[in-house]
């Protein structure tokens, strides 16, 4: 599938690419050629290949819980800039209404 000039002329509007002559015929030169590239893949026989959502036989990738004891809370706010009590103490992000 060839790739025409107005094409990559849209292309480099969406991505806002400032493109001289020479740019422009190379990009379309490359997107041609991606595309020869995805049509063969495209034409490959795969009926026989099974549908897999990975591709390595993984049944249960997540870490086991472990409790572990927490740092001291005076550790955790020894380098808070504004504390109150035992809590760190920020800026409101919603006003109040």
Same mark, same amino acid.
Do not use: C, G
């Given at each position: 599938?060839?790739? +025409?000039?107005?094409?990559?002329? $849209?292309? *480099? ?21 991606? =595309?020869? $590239? ?5 034409? %490959? ?5 099974? *549908?897999?959502? $990975?591709? =390595?036989? =993984? ?14 809370? %005076?550790? =955790? &706010?020894?380098? *808070? ?12 992000? &919603? +006003?109040?209404?």
């Amino acid at each position: 599938m060839s790739i +025409d000039r107005e094409t990559v002329d $849209h292309v *480099a509007l969406l991505a806002r690419l400032a493109l001289t002559e020479k740019e422009r015929e190379r990009l379309r030169e490359q997107m041609s050629s991606l =595309l020869e $590239h995805i049509n063969l893949i495209a034409e %490959a026989d795969t009926s026989q290949v099974p *549908a897999t959502a $990975h591709v =390595l036989p =993984l049944s249960n990738v997540m870490a086991e819980d472990k409790v572990v004891p927490s740092m001291p809370t %005076a550790d =955790l &706010l020894a380098n *808070a800039p504004a504390r109150e009590e035992t809590y760190f103490r920020v800026q409101a992000v &919603l +006003d109040e209404e």
